[in-house]
């Protein structure tokens, strides 16, 4: 076993470093043989173990049964012969000579008696002997307030809770009436009971590996123990998990003999109590758990070494089939390196009569188009070799003449840019003069021409420095000149700047704290990325209101701006195109609202260098929402 047991390491390492197929098959296998087995292993455990619970339970249910039967006849007994005793008594008037001759012959014969009384009917000691002790009348005492007297006068047996002498012996006090002629009782006689033999009883009780028992009365105390010292001390056992569930219902057998449960030394036991018919005690049989199930931990030792070594058989067995399913498999793959390396004229031989052979066959056919493909592949391959060449030619002739075109169109808007804007600023001063008077006074009708032309350059003059803004961007010539500034101050020095057209019912809002915040970034790039973003609410708004608010958000340490209109808004499939240069969202010759289409193009190249992000929300007819966060 030892030699399997230092053998099955070395069987599943070798097994777990072969091939992938046969490694899963394996851990597939052995996993589930494994897992059934385990079920079936521990199923098995567990049910023999409660089936060795079960005959515990049913011994003890026995034995604490047979000894509580034995218990009640013990004491039914002693109550017949005192009941005999007193029918003799009865014959003779109270405290008569032959009353005390009977009396003395039942404590003298019978070792359990040691004390007798007779009492009339008003309570009074009439007659008392004991084995001990000689008593004299002045030793009779009046009795009619005790529960022996009470009890019996009304025709009852009765039989006390058990108490304890000096010497911490159990007693109790059995009383029966004496019944006259009129059916009426005229006394009672009453006689103590020595219980040490229940002492030797409950010591004699024995099972299983250390299995005890002990008695209890109807309060859970301790009446009689194997051990004599624990009950010198007179312990109450209500804590007791059995001893408790007794003492809710003293009259019931034992629900759940065999329970686990704390024990009279606070231990774990398996534990069953049987009550004493009649007398509301209880026997209560434990015994400790581990000895109760010692031949569990043996089973569960056998069981540990057959689930092992069911898993080294079932190892061996799984590697074995694993190794007849992927040895073919193998073959295939062997067969596959000896071609790759160039060996064409190789074959595999697979034998099995099932898929694999069919794999094999279909994989030699391949190897014999493979060779005659091979014949071919180099003129092929040189070809395919003159063919790529002349494309990357083609593509890298075509890339330079993609590079010159993209430059010349940089140096076009470049140049022409700056070309319009020398005539348009001429326009526009000369325009500024007429305006002003400077060259004669104008009618009213010339006036609003000369307010068309004027608006119309400033415009066109727009225009074309967004077009040598994107010509810088596109060339990389644009530079950050970054500083520290207050954005509140920007803004309210940008707000100064705008003016609502005249033909729009606009209403624009400014919306920030009035304190500090503190940003350091390019000013310029910034004041034109929103005065891009306001121009364009401007655009599109004919009517309500345009709202620039700004705050900063310390969590996150940035500043975050808003521009929010209720214009034509945007379709929502055009959104992720709005950022890209030259696009407008009405492209067509009869569109109602002019410009470059690079303005937005701007925001997003000029926000991308800042370090920060633009984003946009949009709905057509309600406005749109552009949100710009700025770093601190």
């Known amino acids: 076993m030892a030699r399997v047991m230092l053998a099955w390491p070395r069987l599943l390492h070798t097994s777990l470093h072969v091939g992938g197929i046969h490694r899963r098959l394996l851990i597939w296998g052995l996993g589930l043989f494994g897992l059934g087995l385990t079920v079936i292993v521990a199923a098995s455990y567990y049910y023999t173990l409660r089936q060795i619970e079960r005959d515990v339970a049913q011994l003890q249910n026995e034995i604490a049964s047979v000894a509580a039967q034995y218990i009640r006849d013990f004491l039914r007994r002693k109550i017949e012969r005192f009941s005999d005793t007193a029918s003799a008594v009865n014959l003779y008037p109270l405290g008569s000579k032959e009353q005390e001759l009977l009396l003395s012959l039942l404590v003298k014969n019978d070792s359990s008696f040691n004390e007798a009384t007779i009492i009339d009917a008003r309570g009074m000691e009439v007659l008392k002997v004991s084995d001990r002790r000689v008593y004299f009348p002045s030793d009779l005492s009046d009795q009619s307030k005790s529960a022996k007297f009470n009890h019996a006068i009304k025709g009852e047996d009765y039989i006390s809770p058990v108490y304890t002498s000096d010497r911490f012996q159990p007693y109790v006090t059995i009383a029966i009436p004496l019944w006259g002629a009129s059916q009426s009782v005229v006394g009672v006689a009453a006689a103590q009971a020595d219980l040490s033999v229940l002492w030797e009883v409950i010591g004699k009780i024995r099972f299983g590996a250390a299995g005890h028992g002990y008695l209890v009365d109807g309060q859970g105390n301790l009446i009689a123990h194997k051990d004599a010292s624990l009950v010198v001390k007179k312990p109450n056992l209500r804590h007791v998990s059995k001893v408790s569930e007794f003492l809710r219902d003293p009259t019931r057998p034992d629900p759940a003999p065999g329970r686990r449960g704390r024990g009279v030394v606070d231990a774990d036991v398996l534990a069953t109590y049987a009550p004493v018919p009649d007398l509301g005690w209880a026997i209560i049989l434990e015994e400790p758990v581990e000895a109760a199930l010692a031949n569990a931990e043996k089973l569960k030792r056998y069981v540990s070494a057959f689930l092992i070594f069911g898993l080294i058989i079932g190892t061996a067995a799984i590697g074995w089939v694993s190794r007849r399913i992927t040895g073919p498999i193998r073959e295939l793959h062997q067969g596959a390196k000896i071609i790759g390396s160039g060996n064409l004229d190789y074959r595999v031989k697979i034998e099995t009569g099932d898929e ?9 056919k391949m190897a014999e188009e493979l060779k005659f493909s091979y014949a071919t592949l180099e003129q092929k391959v040189k070809d395919k070799t003159a063919e790529l060449a002349r494309a990357n030619s083609e593509l890298e002739e075509a890339n330079a003449e993609l590079v010159m075109a993209n430059r010349a169109k940089d140096e076009f808007l470049s140049v022409m840019s700056h070309e319009l804007r020398t005539p348009l600023n001429v326009i526009m001063g000369y325009s500024q003069m007429l305006k002003y008077g400077v060259l004669g006074t104008l009618n009213p009708e010339q006036q609003r021409a000369l307010d068309k032309i004027i608006a119309r350059s400033k415009d066109l003059l727009h225009m074309i420095v967004e077009i040598l803004q994107v010509a810088s961007i596109e060339a990389g010539r644009v530079k950050l000149e970054v500083r520290q500034f207050d954005l509140a101050e920007m803004l309210d020095e940008l707000r100064t700047t705008y003016e609502i057209p005249l033909d729009k019912d606009l209403r624009l809002i400014w919306e920030h704290s009035p304190e500090r915040i503190p940003l350091r970034t ?30 900063y958000l310390p969590e996150s340490a940035v500043a975050e701006i808003k521009i929010a209109d209720t214009g034509i808004g945007i379709e929502r499939s055009l959104l992720p195109s709005i950022f890209e240069m030259f696009r407008q969202l009405d492209s067509s010759a009869k569109r109602n609202h002019e410009g470059a289409g690079v303005g937005l193009y701007i925001v997003k190249k000029y926000t991308e260098m800042l370090g920060g992000e633009i984003h946009v929300e949009s709905e057509v007819g309600q406005g749109s929402v552009f949100t710009l966060t700025i770093p601190a």
Request: net charge negative; charged share 30%.
């Open 522 to 551: 390019d000013r310029d790039k910034l004041r034109d990325i929103l005065q891009n973003l306001i121009d364009n609410a401007i655009k599109f708004t004919e009517g309500g209101q345009i709202t620039v608010a700004a705050r």
């Open 356 to 364: 694999i052979e069919w794999l094999g066959q279909e994989f030699n």
